[in-house]
């Protein structure tokens, strides 16, 4: 289908609306800050329309791919491509980023650093944007960055570092190391732990690019060379799993999944963001992305890419649903279970590549994306909304909240009952089925440990998640409530800009639920017409003849029904009946120990910081004082001397004036040139 000019402006305003918005924050702030909050806000809004103009082009089959010179010296090239699984995305990130956008004039109302956070979010926004819509990986790089970028600076937004800012219990300690964090520290980790992906993935793409010598989807999948000669060199699956490592630690799966875990110090309209629009989503939308290309090179034996994939997700699952049952606190409960969604949309994007039918797994993964992204914005934020009233983050000092609370009591059940699979109208029943049935149809000789895994998590999802609505808005006010309205601060709902937004995004997911069915079929028919065109995958024309009523598979139907029964039972005996006392179950030995393992992260955070912090400084503080200054300088006092020096010549020249460092730097690129034209 061919596409004119208009479309590929709007394309190109996709990304670079948000960025044009972000520098002008500073200059709008110094006129007038109400108009600085607006002027935010209509420029998500301004990147969403220009998303949703390309709606009819992605629903036709059609795809807009643009470019312009950028490195002459490789052949490179600045390029867009909106085909429809760019369209998609596209849209979930800017609708929802403006519904967040929106929140925020609500949530951060008379915050004194507002132009850095309208900064940081508008920028944030860009970065994943810009992933989204980018023809190459070089580019898509850029955006990577700049969303680990906008992480860190939102995530340790308030770097005052506050008590009130933390997150975990104050004195609670695993294995000798705190478990409660502060701002800057989480931030911090956040940065390092993706950087640890981002160099895998980094190094995945050179790898390629050396044998490709171009960065472009378009290019890589029409002349397939480069990938016979990595294959030879056994180099292909190798280079996949480098780039799946970027995902890997950007969408927080196993093993780099602590970051996100204590990413919840920034305000909760971060949350919401990081979790349903953009980083943990940026992994997930790479594999979606690179997935197909590596599908299409299946003759040169890339399954065992797509088994890492599948699972990385399904030990995902499973491990961040059981810490997800023990945690106190609202927040952390509701990023638990972030990790564990995405290693189920993992799960389907893997097993799709090890499948009898790719497009099957594909659109799974991603149907449940999409469901995502709506239900967990809509619970970040009604979850922000009670930490707005109540002024804290546990559970056990909210209580009893829908009664002062409704609306948001209403609209957080409703996307609860998304996120644990309520049957048939909800959109996490159905995403979360055509999992489960892609993984039963897959042909795969382990599909059955998968499905198992699969059905446990959800099990897990629906008593974590009645176990949060019967905690926060059920039974008795809590002592902290109570003395809260002592002292005069009475419980109360927040203002419409707060709830409006999830209200919506919550409404949204039970809409889609109700015509989930036709909603599948449709999704999965445009990408079997995406994938046949760009990729040329094909799909089985005759009906799968394991699906049955509204085209379910029985016993990935069953198994989904089933789980919500079990989990959803015993949340609601627990926590919402009150028939039974869950302390009780706690004073058991072994329940007691299995709590704790799990209360303390299956004790991975210890050994990330033993074996990856405390450890080798420990080594490397024995090589300095015993062998370096001991040895080496022992050895040739002279070079002591010297390096003593050295020393000396450096820390002088430290001044921490900008004009300095300037001057330098200019008589260093002078005598540079002076010694090229010798």
Do not use: C
């Amino acid at each position: 289908m061919v596409v004119g000019f208009i479309e590929s402006i709007n394309v190109w305003m996709i990304w670079m609306l948000p960025f044009i918005g972000a520098a002008a924050m500073p200059l709008i702030a110094k006129g007038s800050k109400n108009a600085r909050d607006y002027i935010a806000v209509g420029f998500a809004l301004a990147s969403a329309i220009s998303a949703a103009t390309l709606i009819p082009l992605a629903l036709s089959g059609g795809e807009v791919h643009s470019q312009i010179p950028w490195i002459s010296a490789l052949d490179l090239k600045a390029g867009v491509l909106a085909d429809p699984l760019a369209i998609i995305m596209a849209n979930i990130v800017g609708w929802i980023s403006f519904l967040i956008m929106v929140y925020s004039t609500g949530y951060m109302h008379g915050d004194k650093d507002l132009t850095r956070y309208w900064f940081f979010m508008l920028f944030f926004i860009g970065s994943m944007q810009l992933i989204v819509v980018s023809d190459n990986l070089l580019m898509v790089f850029f955006g990577w960055e700049g969303v680990g970028l906008a992480s860190y600076a939102l995530i340790a937004f308030w770097y005052y570092d506050r008590k009130k800012d933390y997150v975990g219990v104050e004195g609670h300690r695993a294995g000798g190391i705190p478990m409660w964090t502060a701002p800057t520290h989480a931030g911090m980790k956040a940065f390092l732990m993706t950087k640890a992906g981002d160099v895998m993935m980094l190094a995945g793409m050179f790898l390629i690019f050396a044998y490709a010598g171009t960065f472009g989807f378009k290019e890589l999948i029409a002349d397939q060379s480069w990938a016979e000669e990595m294959a030879a060199q056994n180099l292909l699956v190798p280079a996949a799993v480098l780039l799946f490592g970027g995902a890997i630690g950007k969408s927080a799966q196993f093993p780099l999944n602590e970051w996100l875990l204590e990413a919840m110090t920034g305000p909760t309209s971060v949350s919401a963001l990081i979790h349903a629009a953009t980083m943990v989503k940026a992994g997930v939308f790479l594999v979606a992305r690179i997935g197909p290309l590596f599908f299409a090179l299946s003759a040169l034996n890339t399954g065992q890419f797509f088994e890492v994939v599948a699972w990385v997700g399904a030990i995902t699952a499973f491990l961040l649903a059981t810490q997800a049952l023990v945690s106190p606190e609202i927040k952390k409960v509701l990023a638990y279970s972030t990790g564990s969604q995405i290693g189920y949309m993992m799960m389907g994007l893997g097993i799709a590549g090890i499948s009898l039918n790719f497009t099957d797994g594909y659109t799974a993964g991603f149907f449940h994306l999409m469901s995502h992204a709506m239900f967990k914005a809509a619970l970040f934020m009604g979850a922000g909304a009670i930490l707005h009233t109540v002024h804290s983050r546990f559970m056990g000092d909210m209580g009893g909240l829908r009664k002062h609370m409704p609306k948001t009591y209403i609209f957080m059940l409703l996307a609860a009952l998304s996120l644990a699979g309520a049957p048939l109208f909800t959109s996490g029943f159905w995403s979360k089925d055509a999992i489960f049935a892609a993984v039963l149809e897959s042909g795969y000789q382990y599909s059955w440990a998968l499905f198992a895994m699969a059905a446990i998590v959800a099990i897990m999802t629906a008593f974590y998640t009645f176990r949060m609505i019967g905690m926060a808005f059920f039974g008795n006010k809590s002592k902290h409530v109570e003395k809260m309205e002592h002292e005069g601060h009475h419980v109360h709902e927040v203002g419409a800009r707060m709830w409006a937004p999830f209200a919506i995004l919550a409404v949204a997911s039970i809409a889609v639920g109700v015509v989930g069915f036709m909603f599948e079929e449709q999704l999965h028919h445009l990408f079997t017409e995406y994938l046949q065109h760009s990729f040329n995958i094909s799909a089985p024309h005759e009906a799968n003849p394991e699906r049955g009523f509204l085209n379910l598979n029985p016993t990935a139907a069953i198994a989904s029904v089933g789980a919500f029964g079990i989990g959803g039972a015993l949340g609601f005996v627990f926590y919402i009946a009150k028939k039974a006392d869950p302390e009780a179950i706690g004073r058991n030995i072994v329940t007691r120990g299995i709590w704790k393992f799990l209360y303390n992260r299956w004790y991975l955070n210890t050994a990330l910081y033993w074996g990856g912090v405390i450890g080798p400084m420990a080594i490397y503080r024995f090589i300095w004082r015993y062998f370096e200054s001991t040895v080496i300088d022992g050895i040739n006092p002279g070079f002591q001397g010297a390096m003593a020096g050295m020393s000396k010549v450096v820390k002088a020249s430290q001044t921490g004036i900008t004009q300095t460092y300037l001057f330098v730097f200019g008589v260093g690129i002078m005598i540079v040139v002076m010694l090229l034209l010798l």
